[in-house]
């Protein structure tokens, strides 16, 4: 599995092996570790006015060291670790060596705040999500992960939250008896609606939508059994919340703990993404869970 790692020099990562371990089979990665340095007038304004070149080259410097460093304390743990050092926005550094290396995973920290501006906030995380061709795992920085044995998948009948949860059955396979999954449907109605239709509407929506939500949910059950795992049932295995999807998915992960949120990636189209990406970009950056959006 090739999986991309941007680093951020200007923040710690002294948990990162820990939290990648704790979220990934290392042991089956090929690590390839990348920093996007900004333009020169970038830095002229990172230094106020100052020697805009001298804190260029600093800047490359420590990027290069931080990255070797970084690659010493992985190799130990992965198949194999590269650095790589390239000159441009981050997200379209990204993006580039994604879709030039064929890389599998993207693994970015969002919610960091650097000593310039950070490489890795909201925005890029968002333009990660919507234009990289590889699936993506979103860390927080600085927050306290969950042991990985709950897993919440998030499905709402889409094809694209189905391949998720096959991808997920696949990549963590080795880990099934560890893991316990917890399939989600949000059922969400628009708030416009409950303004404005009659409270007769409203209710036999609603049981629609429930007798659809159990539905996608026993699909989600027939995937999981024909990928060879289990669903534990007793323990509340098959959930239906009602609200935000962004939001109660965050919710849930707080109260039980969970270790991931696992959603599929946007769709092409602008509905698609509306309906979709809006609930993985929003997961991603807010949420302290860790998560991973499959393409």
Excluded at 76 to 100: D, M, Q
Aim: charged letters at 20%; aromatic letters at 6%.
């Amino acid at each position: 599995m090739k999986t991309l790692i941007p680093i951020d020099v200007w923040q710690s990562n002294d948990s990162l092996s820990q939290d990648l371990a704790r979220v990934l089979p290392l042991n089956e990665a090929e690590i390839i570790l990348v920093y996007s340095i900004q333009s020169e007038p970038h830095m002229e304004k990172a230094a106020g006015g100052g020697d805009g070149d001298y804190l260029y080259a600093e800047l490359e410097k420590k990027a290069k060291s931080s990255l070797e460093s970084y690659a010493q304390e992985l190799k130990p743990s992965c198949l194999s670790v590269e650095t790589c050092f390239e000159h441009g926005p981050p997200a379209s550094v990204i993006e580039s060596i994604a879709t030039r290396k064929q890389v599998d995973l993207i693994v970015i920290r969002g919610q960091a705040a650097g000593l310039l501006e950070s490489a890795f906030q909201g925005n890029t995380v968002s333009l990660v999500i919507k234009h990289s061709p590889s699936s993506i795992l979103v860390l927080h920085a600085g927050a306290i992960l969950a042991p990985l044995s709950k897993v919440i998948v998030a499905l709402d009948g889409s094809q694209s939250a189905k391949d998720a949860l096959r991808q997920f059955c696949q990549l963590y396979k080795p880990l099934a008896n560890n893991i316990e999954i917890v399939l989600v449907h949000v059922v969400s109605i628009a708030a416009p609606w409950r303004y404005i239709a009659p409270v007769e509407f409203i209710a036999t929506l609603e049981d629609n939508l429930d007798m659809v939500a159990k539905a996608i949910l026993a699909e989600g059950e027939t995937i999981l059994k024909d990928c060879g795992w289990k669903l534990n049932t007793k323990s509340g295995g098959m959930i239906v919340r009602s609200g935000d999807p962004a939001s109660e998915l965050d919710r849930l992960a707080s109260e039980i703990k969970a270790g991931l949120i696992v959603v599929g990636a946007q769709g092409k189209t602008a509905v698609k993404h509306f309906l979709l990406g809006s609930v993985s970009e929003a997961l991603a950056i807010k949420s302290s869970c860790p998560i991973l959006v499959f393409k």
